[in-house]
């Protein structure tokens, strides 16, 4: 056989390949040094102006995402890993939260809803690389789903605690809370008992605080969605699925109820939420500091 294909090809049938550059006129060197100075100067200006924290009254429940976005963004979800662990985070949210963390510098978070266990990993990480020493407490009312290599992989600062937020005012008595360095960032994600949470937390937050819900995008999707265009990935699953449903205003509305009559209190950080556009997050309108 191959010696049959050998014979087939001539010697003069080697041709070496010519390349054609195109030819592109534009020589203009950018003056990048000029737009790095400029743009830091823009992002000086917008974070030390004061009307950065604005009332939720007079923010809007929309975004500049487009339903086909968040649609992406929610695949890019299901997929997200970090150090061989899913982590149920956009990559725009994750580098919202690193600013964020970079600014606030918090000694203390705690989040609600540790699933894998992937973002409170990240968070360690993160805040061990600002050098920032933060105490993190991550709760979970089902601590099987924590991914076993986490154990292995977070710091000490990291503890893991077991229980329903049904039951927040034990899990996370005075004493505790009272005594947590400061600042301390409240991180909502189990999307369930938000009276017991809001109404328990916002007596012991302090000045500087932050009060962060996850998902309060009504677009986002409430399931986990891969994409109707990739039954790849989708095939043989039950609980992930091709069928994007709507997260609904449940959330966001619930976010007006509480902070609208306690707008004296709390403020939306829009440096952050709008950092790529308007509410382009999933915390829309619900990156929140404590003002007073
Ligand atoms: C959306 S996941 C958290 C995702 C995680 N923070 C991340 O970014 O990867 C929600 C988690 O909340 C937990 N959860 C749901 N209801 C809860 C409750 N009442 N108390 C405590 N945890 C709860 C679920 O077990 C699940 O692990």
């Known amino acids: 056989m191959l010696r049959n294909f050998l014979k087939l090809r001539p010697a003069t049938s080697i041709h070496i ?6 030819s592109y ?5 950018f003056n990048y040094g000029k737009a790095a100075e400029e743009m830091a100067w823009h992002r000086n200006r917008l974070i ?21 976005q968040l649609k992406a963004l929610a695949r890019g979800v299901c997929l997200t890993n970090y150090k ?27 989040e609600l809803g540790t699933y894998t266990g992937g973002s409170a990993l990240w968070l360690d990480d993160t805040m061990r690389n600002f050098g ?3 105490g993190i407490y991550s709760l979970d009312c089902d601590v099987s789903l924590r991914d076993d ?4 992989m977070v710091s000490n600062q990291v503890k893991f605690l077991e229980g329903d937020t049904k039951n927040v005012k034990k899990l996370f008595p005075r004493s505790f809370l009272l005594a947590l360095p400061r600042p301390l960032m409240l991180i909502e994600d189990v999307h369930v008992n938000l009276n017991a949470i809001i109404e328990h937390f916002h007596e012991y937050l302090k000045e500087g ?33 091709a069928k994007y449903s709507e997260m609904g205003k449940w959330k966001m509305e619930y976010m007006r109820d509480f902070f609208i009559p306690h707008m004296d209190f709390y403020a939306v950080d829009t440096f952050f939420t709008d950092l790529y556009g308007y509410n382009c997050t999933s915390q829309m309108n619900s990156i929140f500091r404590r003002m007073i």
């Open 17 to 22: 390949r010519t390349i054609t550059i195109p």
């Open 209 to 241: 605080d932050y009060f962060i819900f996850e998902k309060t995008n009504p677009m986002l999707s409430e399931n986990f969605y891969v994409g109707e265009n990739n039954p790849r990935l989708y095939r043989d699953s039950s609980v992930v699925g």
């Open 25 to 29: 006129k534009n020589d203009t060197v």
């Open 132 to 134: 920032v020493e933060c």
């Open 48 to 68: 030390t102006m004061p009307e950065r924290f604005e009332p939720i009254g007079s923010r809007r429940d929309i975004s500049e995402y487009q339903l086909t």
């Open 84 to 110: 061989g662990v899913s982590m149920l985070k956009t990559g725009l949210d994750l580098s919202v939260y690193s600013q964020l963390l970079q600014e606030v510098k918090p000694k203390s978070i705690i």
């Open 149 to 152: 290599k986490v154990n292995e």
